[in-house]
């Protein structure tokens, strides 16, 4: 099934060698739904305000709960979570697959990524600015979770901002491990490796002319313009 | 002779026919239309081209245009003639499409300063205002959607 399509999608002169490698390279378990731009913009443009957030410090708090050793630890499954605020703001979710252990993006999620860059760029989302989360299972240990997911957020910003030129200022990434879940009842399920874009603020308002040389003509064409309006 | 001059003749009304029923702008898009695509697409046609051949020789590269180019080109004479012909062609519409961005400030001038009292040095402080703003040139218009803006 995905053989035809992706054959019907390119010219037919694809070898067929590369077809199979390809099928046989892609995931077999986890089928990826590449979602439509316009599903992530109306998403994530439902933001109300922005929460406190130091990312910095969160990472910080990552790492030191993964490495916590204390006696009375609960179970995954009953671990609270590390940034609930996130709960709460738009958030879209979506399947990006990595190499094992790594943090490269895989070629069936290339499409994906490409698709969130689409989102960033429509002028729904250009005022805002964006978290970037991984996640991870339980299985493993539970501080290169956290140290595998982090980078795994950080490959994704990076692949926006330099693929995608999505300017850095609007994005800043963190790993939660598996100190927060996406599906908080199943720790071992899949939908932990999840990656999610949290709309988180807006983009600074710096007034056109208050950094820049020349604020007095932008002003003046602007009283000018709202004058013939 | 006069049968190839004829035929020219026709072809040269054809052209002309063809050149006055679609505006300027339309045609740029379609003879355009293979590399204004979207980032998605775009994406999606590395990985369907090339997927086979960067997870063969250029494992350990992420989704970076410049490196998994450059991994491409260094591999050029393994990788399959799919994927030869067409990453280049990928890469450059993704390239095209940011390019685009800078379009925006010179097509929308005007809109920019005059409907929504902005400033072409900060654009997509603009754009926003420009998607809704009603009397937007088809120009400007256009730029927007190479840009993918809207």
Redesign the interface.
Known sequence: MMRIA?RA???F???LA?VV??AA?ALPARSQT?PE?DAIVSQLSQFDSAPELDVAALRQRVLDKSRSRARNEPEPSKRPPIVPEILNLPTFTVDIHF?TD??????????T???L??AL????L??YTFLIVGHSDSTGRREANAILSQRRAD?IR??LA????I?SKRLQSLGLGEEQFVDQEHPTSPANLQIQIVTVGK?AE?E??QT?AAPPP?AK??AK??K?? | MVRGGTFLVAAMVATALGATATPVWAQTTRIGSAEKMTFGDAAALVAQSCGADIEANCRGVNFDANRLRECLSRNTDVISAQCRSDYLRAFDAIQRRILARVGVANACTREIVKLCNGSTKETSKSIPCLTRAQGVSRNCTQAMDDAGYR
């Open positions: 992706r999608l390119g010219d002169g694809l070898p590369v490698a390809f390279s590449v731009r190499d790594t943090p490269v993006v895989r070629p069936d999620s290339y499409q990524v490409g698709r860059a689409d760029v429509n002028a729904q250009l005022p490959s990076d692949v330099n693929t995608f030129k300017s983009v710096s056109p002319g820049l932008a064409k602007g313009a709202a013939k309006k």
